[in-house]
């Protein structure tokens, strides 16, 4: 198998939790960081998955992640 597809999943409520939680079960995926306003939802987040990379803003987590997709789960 290739190299797994660095995921950055931004937004850590309902629909980001699951949307990690289905990528980090796909080993073509890596988690590599998420990103919520709320620090409390992603704190959560990243315990259940193992203890991911935590952002409060966008932009910090693109430039120190560099991912291969980013997964947008938040509102419009």
Do not use: Q, W
């Amino acid at each position: 198998m290739s190299n797994p597809l660095r995921v950055l999943v931004v937004g850590c409520g309902n629909m980001g939790a699951s949307h990690a939680r289905a990528y980090h079960r796909m080993p073509e995926f890596e988690i590599v960081g998420l990103v919520s306003r709320g620090a409390t939802s992603r704190g959560a987040l990243s315990r259940e998955l193992g203890g991911l990379a935590e952002f409060g803003h966008y932009e910090e987590a693109l430039a120190a992640t560099k991912p291969d997709v980013v997964s947008i789960n938040t509102y419009p």
